[in-house]
Each structure stands twice: as C-alpha cells, then as structure tokens.
C-alpha cells in the first residue's frame, strides 16, 4: 500500500556460547506455532471508530445494483501499483457476486499527488489520471468510465518507480469507444479537478491515508459473528480491519487478496438470504 564495554570472552567460550545461541534459534524458529483457536470469549474486539463518509448517489461510478446490500467503496490512485495489483481483485468478486444485485463497486479517486514533508510527491500524474477517468464518464457514461479504467490499470507500469506515459491516455479513450479529440479538450480544460479534489477530502475526511482503501457500506448493522472474522484477518493475514461504531462501515486497507474479501463478504450476504 502507497502512504505516506564488558570483560572479553575467551575465543573457545565465545565458540560454545555462539553455538548456543544458534541452537536455541533455531528452536525457536522451526517451532511450530500454537496459536489459540479464536471464539467469541478470546478474541480482541476489532478497533471502531467513527467513519464519516459522503453518501453514494447517482453521481458515483458504480459497477452493479446500486442499491446494493453490500457497497464496496474503493479510494484508489490510478498510478498506484498497490492499486493495479488490487484492481483485477475487485474485477474478479464483482463478476462474481455483482449478478446477485447483492453486491456493488464504487470507484472514488484518491490521488497521491500531493508534496509531503519533504516536499516529495509520490504520483505526481494521479490526479491528471482521475480527471481523464472523469472525462471518460462524461463522453461516453458509466460503461465508458469503466472500460477506461480497467485498461488504465492493465497498461500501467507495476513498478513504483515508473509511470504511464501521459501521451497514451487519448489511446486509452479510443480503446474506450471515445473521440480522442474531445477527451483531449476535456483533459486539458481541468474542468473536473475540482471534483477530484472532492474525493480526495472525502477520503481524507473517511481515514483514508494511502491506496487502496476499501469501505464496505452496509444496508444493515454487520453481524457480532464477524467480530471473529475480522480478528483472525488482523491475526492470521495481517489485514489492517476496522468497524465503524454502528456498524454500518467496515475499512479495510491495502491490496488484500480475494480471499480477505471473501472472509468479510461472505457473512455479510448470509444476512441477507
């Protein structure tokens, strides 16, 4: 994820007590680990917190039923390679459980071209990038936006310190079914800067602080079963999991595999069989 003195020892003691050391290393290293089964008596509440987040209405790009039980806002930065790794993740679950209606993406932008402390700025083509996924949007509406994106990302170098050449973005429109020329107008006018921005803040305001975020918004209060779930996400996985107050918002940070999402996922589409 992007963010931001003693006595000396003898040479044949200092052999014997080396030995020792690496002796009991290597102990502690092939040891098996016996790690408690996790139930509902032992295992640590997940952290919660209040999660702000601006309402999904029809001005968001979502892939499936918007009305979904389940909305998986993403906070992504289009030349984040945390963020390419993620987006084939999120393409996957949501040809699978999109068809239910159960299951929604929404795309949000949040790109890390900002200078930091030291005045460095991590992606400084991300927020032209969001913009042209804007200007996507606009000439050719949702289907457009989204196949625009998902050849962004294909095409995007994978190395953090590379990034896609600027002059292939008009390409990209006409892979998307756009005129090159009107995207090009629409790019260069920034007339979607200030909407991107608005992401951004929102993100911020969410606790968004690096690419990719995933924020599950609930139609219902998650269940208390996925308490367990989500400790052994933090335990087992490392995955970095937080619970709104009412439980109605579920962060999850970084570019976690499917099965992560699943673990979350799954619970949560019982509640509404």
């Given at each position: ?14 052999i ?34 209040e ?98 994106v ?30 090159a ?24 305001n ?25 400790a ?7 995955v ?34």
């Open positions: 994820m992007d963010q931001r003195q003693g006595s000396a020892l003898t040479i044949p003691g200092a014997i007590i080396a030995a020792a050391i690496i002796a009991v290393a290597l102990i502690y290293v092939f040891k098996p680990a016996q790690a408690p089964a996790l139930t509902t008596q032992n295992v640590q509440q997940p952290q919660r917190i999660i702000t987040l601006t309402p999904i209405t029809a001005s968001d790009h979502i892939l499936g039923n918007p009305n979904a039980a389940v909305r998986i806002v993403e906070f992504s930065d289009p030349s984040c390679p945390f963020c390419k790794t993620f987006h084939p993740t999120m393409k996957k679950l949501i040809e699978e459980y999109g068809p239910t209606g159960n299951v929604a993406w929404v795309y949000r932008a949040f790109p890390l071209d900002k200078p930091d402390a030291q005045g460095r700025i991590l992606h400084p083509n991300a927020g032209r990038e969001s913009q042209a996924f804007e200007c996507a949007a606009a000439l050719g509406g949702n289907g457009a936006f989204w196949k625009y998902h050849r962004l990302y294909e095409i995007t170098p994978s190395d953090q310190g590379k990034s896609l050449d600027q002059k292939l973005l008009p390409d990209i429109a006409q892979f998307a079914g756009l005129d020329v009107s995207f090009n107008e629409c790019l260069t006018s920034g007339r979607f800067k200030e909407k991107i921005e608005k992401q951004y803040l929102d993100g911020i969410a606790g968004v602080s690096g690419t990719p975020t995933s924020i599950f918004v609930l139609s219902k209060p998650a269940p208390k079963s996925l308490d367990v779930i989500i052994d996400l933090q335990v087992q996985m490392g970095p999991v937080i619970m709104s107050t009412d439980r109605l918002r579920i962060v999850m940070s970084g570019a976690v595999p499917e099965s992560a999402l699943k673990a979350i996922l799954e619970p949560l589409l019982m509640e509404v069989k």
